[in-house]
């Protein structure tokens, strides 16, 4: 019986139906491919095409043992394939070339037990639930995955939804401390289950299953691998290195302007002012309100003499009641319900949204946002509710161009990001930004700056921020803000509020991006002349809002932010050319340092400042771990520590402990 062959430089396969497909797939890494019944796709969720000058493959079939042993070698990882006695079922290993030590493998069938570590379930012609198991180590460390809120770092038994949602972004790319990377290369909703026995990775919906891993010598090699295969950022602009004012909301133009002449009479570096929801007449309308802001394009003008630049918001929904509603849904440019009543969020009336995985609704919405926006000189965006935020999250109600939510849903925010980089690029613009509230895998290519959604203002909440910037650099998005002062419940009449935005802000000033945002109470209602309610606007939300010793704070913190343009641009290099995070574990500089893969309080701001958030209410000392083999030197005091310590440092309210690295 022959189980193996070699096709066009992979290793197939092929018993009972199944077909399985191994591959290089750039330097070191390896793509694995199955279907049941039928022929492998090309398709890929994200991977993109390799470079076949980065990889050479050796393939040997053995003929002992009845055939049922092959491998495949791709620089410093193989893939060993056994075919199980009981079921002829096949079981691949993944290794280090050169040690053979096992960095990740499949099951085993158990013998009479009759496990599959590839399941395929039937559901409908060639659509399947898929569940793929793999052995785990107890002991072992995962990291990644995106943005879940919680404050643990390693994954070990955590179980995941592999699906988006309003702070949550799912993007399925793990590092494991073993010395490995692996990547879901699958855009369905699912699970995955880091046990202590086994992983378990589930697909609801799936035509075949499709995965990539990678062997590095490094955290840093590691992540270069997957960013090269599902692509890197662009460089950052230069107003993405600054301060950035937001709150909920300014409403009109007037207001605008106020804030960016107060900062600028202040002599406040200033880089950005956003715009937020609900300056529209309607979501789906993709222009302003000329109620509220009569004479947008000097507003646009007046704020660039300012070396400040607008930013804009731009909601995916429709209402039924917009004027593009019509048009777009007999294009068919909408999201589809399968049942109920066609409403897909109710918010300030009934809304669809709009479907970026279609080209044709792509260049609509950029259509209408090039002449209400960019044709005034606006060039960043804020692309709100991109997960989307569906009433429920019924995902198996809904279907896009390119398929079933179930099937194909967590490229939304991804596609929602392309719409407008490829519009941008297409016009000339040289750099582009777009802050957006969620990422899939290969968001980091359409310039996608992911915030962290509307999280709550609270201690809990800021620490759970933390965890969030670091996993989301290791999953491959490097550009990751968070609202300063959180966005939900912060009351600017209390001093408990005023200490947690003080820390907040101290933590923005060492993040990708520093953004202050929030809906801050109290609120005030907002009534059209056509006596429609509006949406509210918050508590004022500017650094001089919450007393001298705030703003006095804050401010230093804006020029602490402007002090460090420059290194803050070479991460951004770095970022682009590498892949490499901005904000960075721990043990992704020290990965040879066993403290440093345990801590989740600390981070490196690029390779040379260490941070460590004062993120306890009433703290005013925290213990800082310093790293070995580098020394250290307080960025406050002067003084100097040797690493592979924890220290005792002060910590009021004004300060924040970071430390250079002196080597």
Known sequence: MTFFSKERDALVFRYNGETVRIEAWNKDSLRVRSVMVGEISDYSAALLEPDATQHKISISISNANDGRNAKIENGRITAECFVQPWGDALRISFKETDTGKVLLEEITNGGALAKRARYFKHISDNVY????RFESKPDEKLFGMGQY???????????????????????????SDNGYGFFWNNAAVGEVHFGLD????????????????????????????????????PMMPEYGLGYWQCKLRYYNQEQVLDIAREYHKRNIKLDVIVIDYYHWPRCGDWRFDPEYFPNPKSMVEELKEMGIQCMVSIWPQVDIRSENFEEMKQQGLLVRSHSGVDVQMVFHGDNLFMDPTNPATRKYVWDKCKKNYYDLGIRTFWLDEAEPEFTGYDYENYQ???????KIGNIYPREYARAFYEGQKQLGQESVVNLIRCAWAGSQRYGALVWSGDIMSTWEDFRKQIVAGLQMGIAGIPWWTTDIGGFHGGDVRTEEFRELLIRWFQFGCYCPVMRMHGSRVPHEDIINKAGEVREVTGADNEIWSFGQEAYEIMKHFIEVRESMRDYSRSLMEEASSSGTPVIRAL????????KAWTITDEYMYGPKILVAPVCHQGQVKRKVYLPAESSWEDSFSGEEYSGGQEIMVDAPLERIPVFNRKK
């Not at 770092?153 to 949550?168: I, T, V």
Request: glycine fraction near 6%.
């Open 129 to 132: 639930k898929l569940k793929v």
């Open 149 to 175: 809120q919680q404050e643990r770092m390693n994954l070990k038994g955590c179980n995941l939804e592999l699906a988006h949602r309003n702070s949550q972004a799912s993007v399925p790319f793990l590092l």
């Open 198 to 233: 086994t992983t378990e990775w589930v697909a609801e919906e799936t035509n075949q299953m499709d995965y990539w891993i990678t062997a590095g010598e490094s955290p840093a090699d590691i992540v270069y691998n997957y960013t090269g295969v599902t692509g890197r950022a």
């Open 400 to 406: 896009y161009h390119a398929g079933s939510v179930l």
């Open 587 to 594: 043990f992704y500089e020290f990965p040879q340092d066993e």
